[in-house]
C-alpha cells in the first residue's frame, strides 16, 4: 500500500502486524533534526564541546575535527564513532557538567515543530489507540 504517490509501498504484512502493536519502530536523530530542528549526534557533540570550554588542544575537540574531516562511507557511515567525544568529554569533565550541556544542547526552542514525533506516536499506536507495553 502506498499513502502518498511516490512514497514507499509498505507491505499489508507489515500494516497488519502495526495495528496488532506487533512493530517495533527504530528511530534516528533524523526525526528530531528535520523538523524540530535539535542537532544530530556530531553537531550535539561540536556544540557540548564549545559549551564546556573544550581547549583547543583537547582531545574530544581534537576528535571531532577528525571525525568532521571524514568522509563517512555511503551505506556504513562515519568511520569513528560519535560518541567518543562524549567518553573523552568524560574525562575532561565532570560527568554532570557534561549531562548538563547535554541537555542545554538538545533543549527546543519555545515552539518546536513536532510533527514528526507525532506521526511516530501515531504509527505507533494500534486500532485502538493504545500502545503495547
Known amino acids: 500500500m502506498r499513502f502518498l504517490a511516490n512514497g514507499p509501498s509498505i507491505p499489508d504484512d507489515l500494516l497488519i502486524a502495526r495495528d496488532a502493536g506487533d512493530v517495533i519502530f527504530f528511530c534516528g536523530a533524523g526525526v528530531s533534526r528535520h523538523r524540530a530542528g535539535l542537532p544530530d549526534f556530531l553537531k550535539l557533540g561540536g556544540e557540548v564541546i564549545d559549551l564546556l570550554g573544550a581547549g583547543?588542544?583537547?582531545?574530544?575537540?581534537?576528535?571531532?575535527?577528525?571525525?568532521?574531516?571524514?568522509?563517512?562511507?555511503?551505506?556504513?557511515?562515519?568511520?569513528?564513532?560519535?560518541?567518543?567525544?562524549?567518553?573523552?568529554?568524560?574525562?575532561?569533565?565532570?560527568?554532570?557538567?557534561?549531562?548538563?550541556?547535554?541537555?542545554?544542547?538538545?533543549?527546543p526552542s519555545d515552539d518546536p515543530d513536532l510533527s514528526a514525533h507525532r506521526t511516530l506516536i501515531d504509527l505507533s499506536r494500534g486500532r485502538d489507540g493504545s500502545t503495547r507495553p
Open 56 to 107: 583547543e588542544k583537547s582531545l574530544p575537540r581534537k576528535l571531532f575535527r577528525q571525525i568532521k574531516d571524514l568522509d563517512p562511507i555511503s551505506g556504513v557511515g562515519g568511520l569513528i564513532a560519535t560518541d567518543r567525544i562524549f567518553s573523552l568529554l568524560e574525562r575532561e569533565f565532570e560527568q554532570r557538567d557534561v549531562q548538563n550541556a547535554v541537555a542545554r544542547a538538545i533543549k
